[in-house]
Structure formats: C-alpha cells, structure tokens
C-alpha cells in the first residue's frame, strides 16, 4: 500500500511527508536535547552561574592563573603585565577561601604560587606592582612551594623524551608557543598525521579533517579570528585546523559525537607531532559568530563541518619557557563502582 500510494502521490508531496516525519520522529528529539543541553550550561558553567560552586571557582582560579603563566613563560616578557587577570585570579582566590574551602587543593595553592612567582619575578625592577604585593598580603600566609608560573626547557632533552616509555612521554609533552626560525618540512607533518590516523572514533566513522596552513597571509587572517594566541606565535612554520564532518552521524544522540572523535584526533595529533620532534600548541576554536564566519570564509569550510580545534606547529627553539601546567591528582577525579 505505502507503495502504491508513493506511485500515486507527486514526488513533492512524498519528499514532505517525508520531511514531516523525519522532524517528528528526529527534529522534535532533537529540540528537547538542545533544550536539556542549554539548561545543564546555563546553569553550570562558571561564567554563567550565579551560584559559585568550589568547581567553578577552582576552574575560575585556573583560567587566570594559567594566563599568568603564559606570561612568565614569554620570550619577551613585559614588566606589569597582566593587570586583568591578576585582579581576576584575586577575586577568585578570595571567594574561594571566603567560601571555606580546601585551602590545600591544588588548583587554590597554584594561584597563590603563581602571584608569588610574579612578585618575585618583579623585585628589583622599575615598576610598581605595590597594589599585588598589598592585596597577595591580604590572602594570608601560604606554603611558599612555588609550584606556579613556568620553567626553562632545553630542546635536545625534550627531543630525547621522544625514545622514552609512554608514560615518561606522556607526562612531559609540551605546549610551546614560540619557536625556532627555522622551517618544517613538510614531509614531517606529514608523518605525523599518517601516524595520527590511529585515533579511535565511534564505529571507526574517522569524521576529522584536517586543514594545515602555511601561507603566511591566510595563518595570520586565521589566527587574529582565533584571538588566543596574543603576545605569542613568533615563527609558527604551520598552523594545523582541526573539524569534524556532521555528515559522518546519526540521529539526537550523536549530536555531540563530532566534538568527541575530533577532541580524541587532536589528542593524537599532538601526540605524533612531539613523537616526529616538532614543537606544537593546542589552541581553542571558542569562537564568536563573526569570528568563525571569517575564518569560514577564508579557508573555505562547509557547513557540515564543525571546527575542534587550532594547533600551532614550529620547531624547538635552542631553549625556552612554558607554564609549569600543575595537575590534579587522578584519584580526586575518579569514583569506583
């Protein structure tokens, strides 16, 4: 019967029938996902919360002090730097002890290490940071274990980590954001994304795409869109984005998938990128609209395709800086069943 009244019908009517069910059966699922997604973020996420939880603010602690780490871990680094997200990491350390909690986490006492390091970095110098100094007093007395800010590299002993088990490599790979001027082959980026293409993905769908820039003039249009590599990317040889094709997926619950396999792609990207010896730095695609409809526009990107990520490429400089990056401890994350 369904047969026959598909003989009968004009095919513009049986592609709308069609439509219509598919949005029943699909889109109104799909509506009601977005809809749970919206309001588990909204009422989440430390910059959309009213309600400040000890993740939030441990997050909040972290996002600043990190900054500060890329900016002792600077090449060239500019006295007083920093103003707004040291007075941003003050305002979380503050809630956070106000609040009463566990001022021995270790996300809490890397803030404090990291305003140290700056003060320390700073003594002798001419500048006034008189108003750091006042208001890092007003925290109260810490461990002074400076287990925040950053830590000189040399590059022939990050290159010999290459040779080393897993877990010594693992541990130890590196975010390097300025490099040597030197080119890539790139006949070794090459290798590593042959050797990238181990990377598991649901049902073995391999939804990644990679686009690797060279050209000067489009790695620049890019990265100012990007807007989070500021103050650093001297000397990047390449510039590799990362997406994930929608058309590899199925149905309301895989609508996050894209983000799933490409974040595991990455991974393994940068993996093999350190594993071939070049130096590389995972940037973030949290892009405004008009920011990524540039960079669409510019490299040309079809609407089925998310972008993950960004990953400067270049190769080690003779020595260099990098944030000391403190982790949390595996068993404070974990739960058993």
Known sequence: MRKLIKNILPKSIVVGIRKIKLFYYHGFRLLKFYYRDYRRYSQSG??????QTQENLRSRITFYYHSIEKGLSHPKIRLGFGKRALSALFSALEEYKSSGFDLNDIRFRTGISTIQTYIDFHKGKEV??????????????????LIGGAEEFDREKVLERRETAF????????SVRDYADSSVNKEIINEALKLSMNAPSVCNRQSWRVYVISDKAIQDSVLIAQAGLNGFGQNIQSLIMIT???????????RNQAFVDGGIYAMNLLYSLEFVGLASCALNANLKMENEAEIRKVLNIPDNEVIIMFISVGNYPESFKAPKSQRDDYAQITRYF
């Open 128 to 145: 006034d940071i008189s108003d750091v100094i006042t208001r890092y007093a007003s925290l109260g007395t810490f461990d002074k274990e």
């Open 244 to 254: 994930s094709d929608l058309q590899s997926f199925s149905g309301p619950e895989e």
């Open 167 to 174: 877990n010594t490599f693992s541990k130890y790979r590196i």
């Open 46 to 51: 430390f910059k959309l919360s009213s309600l």
